[in-house]
């Protein structure tokens, strides 16, 4: 049995969640108890002065606890209803779309059986499934008041991201959701909730109606009355308010509860804590907020992760951290994924979407890390993701599907340029110096002997990150052998070695960088790509995922039109050509006539523009790739510096490039 | 009738009540486990009916292996008919045996070509194949977690029947314990020994 401490786990989680049932309950029933307070408050006066407790039992008493309990009641019902509506009907809402039972989509395929099997391991029936095709962040999640209409929604993103075990783990989690009950659980403490929540809102009226009524009639002669009656609506207000806050700091805590007990029987299912693991550790480099939906907030407590922002996070959060859920799960598995990430992809933090970048352009070093990052290649990357088949020859427009994928061809250039670099040069480039030096190197190797020494002279003295005159003459004479088709490959080679710079250093060698880039008031292409690929790799920032602002080409039209047009005049030398090239690139983007390619770009409006290309959705980046490679792959060559600008795109836009 | 009478009724209606309870659980757990146990076999018939296709599909790509695919075709005839033995028989020890071996032999013979269709890469671009492949890895995980299931159910029914009083009315009605299913057996683990 792979980890004994699940039933366990399981046991604890159930009596916790027992636990925080009944405090629930007392605190429904201590609210009433405090209406009944202020309605023995306000009928004291006419009524003989009785104590509490026996006027409770009077019939002043008994109807203000019946009035309490209905509006409670009342108020719950009506949440009741809206809630517990099948699940299809909730799948709907998020904009989700069935999967059918014979799908031939091999992920959705993967995804049917994966709950088939599920379904065995649990002994529940199987669910109606759907995807979320617009939302790249992983989640899912269950709805559906009985586990017989129960629907399961996963997110495109979890389909693609997700390796089969570990997707089997988040399958595993939400079929004890259902198992468990936790759907109608949770819609019980909400409906409860909302009933309390009826009672503040009672007070906030009567408040407004007193203080509205008390305004235009002043000095009337019920105005006493008017007061006594804003005085009740503020008690009530501040009663169900209160209770309502407490309610759900409850509510929350029970949900936590569930979401252990979840994670607890996903193992129990599938024996595999890795799995399940696994999908909470890539969950916690990106994130599951889901972004198409409003009603995030009200799927919440149902989701495999958090999926919506939350303020007092750690009180109101449905779901326990990530961390201590991956500890729960297994203690030191945690650890364990951690390394493997640096071993996979050495120092840095986890780009998602450029992770395999490294072992596409570096395949000696990811033959050397085995399978693992080449396996999960092609998943990670679901919309750029296809099934490369090097046999067919790759028609141009496809330039896409290249991103992101280890082609042989790919594997030969690089192994190809290995050999022509001196053994002692490569070593260099895995140490932290030699790597750092050579940044300096790349900037620097086609300038004369004086402009070299003024250059470097710039850089800040600094034992690691300054200038190092004995590395640099080794490195040096290679590289202006090498000459340009090698400087992008070669820096590829020695960022492992730049990432386990710790964040001063990366903050010393960037500014650096940035110096030796302005040194000579002008910035090439190269300076450009070679600068914001270190910043995007280097830079504190790196790593998080670049928030999606807009999700269609129009939105960014006078962008794209700017990029297309450049690459057509990268492309070809003729300017009728170019012309060509741009209106057909463009074609597939708008409709409608074309307009004329804007002019001459400048590289801080090229910078610009990318920034804004990447706030596209990743869904519809692979379109601008593909349009750039058309232009410059038109005539089947491709220069060195239309290599580097479509570079430059590709990373800004986040999508790793093969050699072409 | 007097007060006593009417409270020793009560008394023995409500330990009556008790005694129907536990025996209704002890059913409700008996199918439980005893469903899990049809799932296995239902999931190894799918697993035998995959495998002649994936052959099949894989035939046009292996032409230097062909032992490769007769091993894995007889240790899945094999398979077979140990199945049909069992499922004639399900309480009888030796024929679980037998097919928990012949089960594993076809286990290896699969990892055996999986091993060797490494070497064939039109082979795994194949989309028919790897649609087969899926299945085939699904169908395993399906017997592993329908065994899973069956134990676990094993586990909660042996369990309840342990406790006190539960023993006493399983005695009465033989609810007998039942064993865990181990389809891995010690000799399955050694190397199998194919030869044609």
Same mark, same amino acid.
């Given at each position: 049995?792979?980890?004994?401490?699940?039933?366990?786990?399981?046991?604890?989680?159930?009596?916790?969640?027992?636990?925080?049932?009944?405090?629930?309950?007392?605190?429904?029933?201590?609210?009433?108890?405090?209406?009944?307070?202020?309605?023995?408050?306000?009928?004291?006066?006419?009524?003989?002065?009785?104590?509490?407790?026996?006027?409770?039992?009077?019939?002043?008493?008994?109807?203000?606890?019946?009035?309490?309990?209905?509006?409670?009641?009342?108020?719950?019902?009506?949440?009741?209803?809206?809630?517990?509506?099948?699940?299809?009907?909730?799948?709907?809402?998020?904009?989700?779309?069935?999967?059918?039972?014979?799908?031939?989509?091999?992920?959705?395929?993967?995804?049917?059986?994966?709950?088939?099997?599920?379904?065995?391991?649990?002994?529940?029936?199987?669910?109606?499934?759907?995807?979320?095709?617009?939302?790249?962040?992983?989640?899912?999640?269950?709805?559906?008041?009985?586990?017989?209409?129960?629907?399961?929604?996963?997110?495109?993103?979890?389909?693609?991201?997700?390796?089969?075990?570990?997707?089997?783990?988040?399958?595993?989690?939400?079929?004890?959701?259902?198992?468990?009950?936790?759907?109608?659980?949770?819609?019980?403490?909400?409906?409860?909730?909302?009933?309390?929540?009826?009672?503040?809102?009672?007070?906030?009226?009567?408040?407004?109606?007193?203080?509205?009524?008390?305004?235009?009639?002043?000095?009337?002669?019920?105005?006493?009355?008017?007061?006594?009656?804003?005085?009740?609506?503020?008690?009530?207000?501040?009663?169900?308010?209160?209770?309502?806050?407490?309610?759900?700091?409850?509510?929350?805590?029970?949900?936590?509860?569930?979401?252990?007990?979840?994670?607890?029987?996903?193992?129990?299912?599938?024996?595999?804590?890795?799995?399940?693991?696994?999908?909470?550790?890539?969950?916690?480099?990106? @994130?599951?907020?889901? !972004? +198409?939906?409003?009603? $995030?907030?009200?799927?919440?407590?149902?989701?495999?992760? *958090? =999926?919506? &922002? %939350?303020?007092?996070?750690?009180?109101?959060?449905?779901?326990?951290?990530?961390?201590?859920?991956?500890?729960?799960?297994?203690?030191?598995?945690?650890?364990?994924?951690? @390394?493997?990430?640096? !071993? +996979?992809?050495?120092? $840095?933090?986890?780009?998602?979407?450029?992770?395999?970048? *490294? =072992?596409? &352009? %570096?395949?000696?070093?990811?033959?050397?890390?085995?399978?693992?990052?080449?396996?999960?290649?092609?998943?990670?990357?679901?919309?750029?993701?296809?099934?490369?088949?090097? @046999?067919?020859?790759?028609?141009?427009?496809?330039?896409?599907?290249?991103?992101?994928?280890?082609?042989?061809?790919?594997?030969?250039?690089?192994?190809?340029?290995?050999?022509?670099?001196?053994?002692?040069?490569?070593?260099?480039?895995?140490?932290?110096?030699?790597?750092?030096?050579?940044?300096?190197?790349?900037?620097?190797?086609?300038?004369?002997?004086?402009?070299?020494?003024?250059?470097?002279?710039?850089?800040?003295?600094?034992?690691?990150?300054?200038?190092?005159?004995?590395?640099?003459?080794?490195?040096?004479?290679?590289?202006?052998?090498?000459?340009?088709?090698?400087?992008?490959?070669?820096?590829?080679?020695?960022?492992?070695?730049?990432?386990?710079?710790?964040?001063?250093?990366?903050?010393?060698?960037?500014?650096?960088?940035?110096?030796?880039?302005?040194?000579?008031?002008?910035?090439?292409?190269?300076?450009?790509?070679?600068?914001?690929?270190?910043?995007?790799?280097?830079?504190?920032?790196?790593?998080?995922?670049?928030?999606?602002?807009?999700?269609?080409?129009?939105?960014?039209?006078?962008?794209?039109?700017?990029?297309?047009?450049?690459?057509?005049?990268?492309?070809?030398?003729?300017?009728?050509?170019?012309?060509?090239?741009?209106?057909?690139?463009?074609?597939?983007?708008?409709?409608?006539?074309?307009?004329?390619?804007?002019?001459?770009?400048?590289?801080?409006?090229?910078?610009?523009?990318?920034?804004?290309?990447?706030?596209?959705?990743?869904?519809?980046?692979?379109?601008?790739?593909?349009?750039?490679?058309?232009?410059?792959?038109?005539?089947?060559?491709?220069?060195?510096?239309?290599?580097?600008?479509?570079?430059?795109?590709?990373?800004?836009?986040?999508?790793?490039?093969?050699?072409? | 009738?007097?007060?006593?009478?009417?409270?020793?009724?009560?008394?023995?209606?409500?330990?009556?009540?008790?005694?129907?309870?536990?025996?209704?659980?002890?059913?409700?757990?008996?199918?439980?486990?005893?469903?899990?146990?049809?799932?296995?076999?239902?999931?190894?018939?799918?697993?035998?009916?995959?495998?002649?296709?994936?052959?099949?599909?894989?035939?046009?790509?292996?032409?230097?292996?062909?032992?490769?695919?007769?091993?894995?075709?007889?240790?899945?005839?094999?398979?077979?008919?140990?199945?049909?033995?069992?499922?004639?028989?399900?309480?009888?020890?030796?024929?679980?045996?037998?097919?928990?071996?012949?089960?594993?032999?076809?286990?290896?013979?699969?990892?055996?070509?999986?091993?060797?269709?490494?070497?064939?890469?039109?082979?795994?671009?194949?989309?028919?194949?790897?649609?087969?492949?899926?299945?085939?890895?699904?169908?395993?995980?399906?017997?592993?977690?329908?065994?899973?299931?069956?134990?676990?159910?094993?586990?909660?029914?042996?369990?309840?029947?342990?406790?006190?009083?539960?023993?006493?009315?399983?005695?009465?009605?033989?609810?007998?314990?039942?064993?865990?299913?181990?389809?891995?057996?010690?000799?399955?683990?050694?190397?199998?020994?194919?030869?044609?």
């Amino acid at each position: 049995m792979a980890n004994p401490g699940f039933f366990q786990r399981q046991a604890h989680a159930r009596r916790n969640t027992g636990l925080l049932v009944v405090l629930f309950l007392t605190a429904v029933s201590l609210i009433t108890l405090a209406v009944c307070l202020v309605g023995y408050m306000v009928t004291r006066s006419q009524s003989t002065p009785l104590p509490f407790h026996h006027w409770l039992l009077s019939s002043h008493g008994l109807t203000t606890v019946a009035a309490a309990i209905v509006l409670i009641g009342i108020g719950s019902l009506i949440r009741w209803i809206d809630l517990a509506g099948g699940g299809s009907r909730v799948a709907k809402m998020v904009g989700a779309r069935l999967i059918e039972p014979d799908t031939q989509n091999s992920d959705e395929r993967k995804l049917r059986n994966i709950v088939e099997e599920m379904a065995i391991a649990s002994g529940v029936s199987v669910p109606e499934l759907y995807v979320m095709d617009h939302e790249t962040s992983i989640n899912a999640f269950v709805a559906g008041y009985t586990p017989g209409e129960a629907v399961m929604v996963v997110t495109k993103g979890a389909l693609a991201q997700l390796s089969r075990d570990e997707l089997q783990g988040v399958v595993g989690h939400e079929f004890s959701h259902i198992l468990n009950g936790d759907m109608r659980l949770n819609v019980r403490l909400i409906s409860m909730l909302a009933g309390i929540l009826m009672i503040g809102q009672i007070g906030q009226f009567l408040l407004r109606a007193g203080f509205y009524s008390g305004a235009t009639r002043s000095r009337n002669r019920d105005g006493r009355a008017q007061a006594a009656m804003g005085m009740l609506g503020l008690a009530l207000m501040i009663i169900g308010y209160v209770g309502v806050f407490f309610g759900r700091l409850i509510q929350a805590a029970v949900s936590r509860q569930r979401e252990m007990l979840a994670d607890a029987s996903s193992v129990q299912f599938t024996r595999n804590p890795e799995g399940i693991g696994g999908a909470l550790f890539k969950i916690g480099m990106t @994130s599951g907020y889901l !972004d +198409t939906t409003s009603h $995030a907030s009200d799927m919440n407590h149902m989701c495999f992760g *958090e =999926s919506a &922002r %939350m303020k007092f996070t750690s009180l109101l959060a449905s779901h326990p951290p990530v961390e201590e859920r991956i500890n729960a799960i297994q203690p030191g598995l945690l650890a364990r994924l951690r @390394s493997r990430l640096r !071993d +996979t992809e050495p120092g $840095a933090k986890l780009r998602q979407k450029a992770a395999q970048a *490294e =072992s596409v &352009r %570096m395949a000696d070093l990811a033959s050397q890390v085995a399978g693992a990052a080449r396996g999960t290649a092609g998943n990670r990357l679901s919309p750029l993701r296809s099934s490369f088949n090097e @046999s067919a020859r790759q028609p141009v427009s496809q330039l896409s599907t290249r991103v992101g994928t280890v082609t042989p061809q790919s594997e030969a250039f690089a192994s190809n340029l290995l050999e022509q670099l001196p053994s002692t040069f490569r070593n260099l480039l895995y140490t932290r110096a030699g790597a750092i030096q050579l940044c300096y190197g790349l900037l620097t190797y086609h300038l004369s002997a004086a402009e070299q020494k003024h250059s470097l002279g710039l850089l800040t003295k600094h034992p690691l990150l300054g200038e190092q005159p004995d590395l640099l003459t080794k490195l040096l004479p290679t590289l202006a052998k090498l000459g340009e088709p090698a400087r992008f490959p070669v820096l590829e080679l020695a960022m492992p070695a730049l990432r386990k710079l710790d964040k001063e250093e990366r903050q010393i060698l960037l500014a650096n960088i940035q110096k030796l880039v302005a040194a000579d008031n002008r910035l090439s292409l190269f300076e450009l790509a070679l600068s914001t690929f270190l910043n995007r790799h280097l830079a504190p920032g790196a790593g998080h995922a670049v928030p999606v602002k807009y999700r269609n080409y129009r939105s960014v039209k006078p962008e794209i039109e700017r990029v297309i047009g450049l690459f057509a005049r990268a492309g070809t030398s003729s300017e009728q050509q170019a012309d060509k090239l741009y209106n057909e690139a463009i074609a597939g983007f708008f409709s409608g006539p074309p307009e004329t390619p804007a002019g001459k770009v400048s590289i801080k409006e090229l910078k610009a523009t990318l920034d804004a290309l990447s706030r596209l959705s990743p869904l519809l980046k692979p379109g601008i790739i593909d349009a750039c490679g058309h232009c410059i792959m038109h005539d089947g060559k491709v220069g060195v510096r239309e290599y580097e600008l479509m570079r430059l795109v590709a990373d800004q836009l986040d999508c790793p490039m093969p050699p072409l | 009738m007097g007060m006593t009478t009417v409270i020793g009724l009560v008394v023995i209606a409500v330990i009556v009540i008790y005694l129907v309870f536990i025996y209704n659980n002890l059913v409700s757990l008996r199918n439980q486990f005893k469903n899990g146990f049809a799932q296995i076999d239902v999931q190894l018939q799918r697993r035998h009916d995959l495998i002649p296709n994936l052959v099949e599909a894989a035939k046009g790509y292996l032409d230097h292996e062909k032992s490769t695919l007769t091993q894995v075709m007889e240790a899945r005839n094999n398979a077979v008919s140990a199945q049909k033995d069992a499922a004639k028989d399900p309480s009888d020890n030796t024929k679980m045996q037998r097919l928990g071996s012949a089960e594993n032999l076809l286990t290896k013979a699969l990892a055996n070509f999986y091993a060797v269709s490494e070497n064939y890469p039109e082979l795994k671009a194949n989309e028919t194949i790897q649609q087969l492949m899926e299945e085939l890895a699904s169908t395993e995980n399906r017997v592993a977690f329908a065994r899973q299931a069956y134990n676990d159910g094993v586990m909660t029914y042996n369990i309840f029947r342990e406790k006190f009083p539960n023993n006493i009315i399983a005695g009465m009605f033989a609810f007998k314990e039942t064993a865990q299913l181990q389809l891995e057996t010690p000799e399955a683990r050694q190397a199998p020994k194919v030869s044609f």
